[in-house]
């Protein structure tokens, strides 16, 4: 099923971990509606001005969310995130161009390491309610909590 022009479903779905546990990630229909909004808003854009773009993490329903130890109220859980990477610019670079050019919910840089372009990765969340924060911040290696702002 696409969501978008170059995007497709299974690319949201994909877990290592969930294929591991056997849980199954599977988006109910409210679920399916925000992946659709993330694909079309927050990705598309993205492969369209960068190319091929990884999905490393997107929904992640409640029981595989809280097997990798992440919080009951992430975005991931009701398909409004996603983790990825547009292989042809440097994360840092396609984290501000993400501030500047697109409406977003969260934009998070995490764990990149300043002069090593692709370290790290994206996160960066969609609400459709049209109430996005356009909230910017930087998640550093070995610090506790985020930092405000994008931090090279």
């Known amino acids: 099923m696409k969501l978008s022009k170059n995007f497709s479903l299974q690319e949201f779905l994909k877990s290592d971990t969930a294929m591991r546990l056997g849980i199954k990630n599977i988006p109910g229909e409210q ?25 490393s993490s997107g929904l992640r329903v409640l029981e595989l969310n809280r097997a990798i130890k992440s919080g009951d ?31 977003f919910d969260q934009l998070i840089l995490e764990y990149y390491t300043k002069g090593i372009p692709d370290s790290g990765w994206i996160h960066c969340s969609y609400s459709s309610d049209g109430r996005n924060r356009k909230e910017c911040l930087t998640k550093i290696e070995g610090k506790e909590g985020y930092e405000k702002g994008l931090l090279e």
């Open 31 to 55: 679920e399916l509606v925000n992946l659709t909004a993330l694909a079309s808003c927050i990705l598309q854009p993205v492969r369209d001005k960068w190319g091929s773009t990884k999905i």
């Open 73 to 103: 109220q992430s975005q991931h859980v009701v398909g409004q995130a996603a983790d990825f990477e547009a292989y042809a610019v440097g994360n840092f670079e396609l984290a501000t161009w993400i501030s500047e050019t697109l409406d």
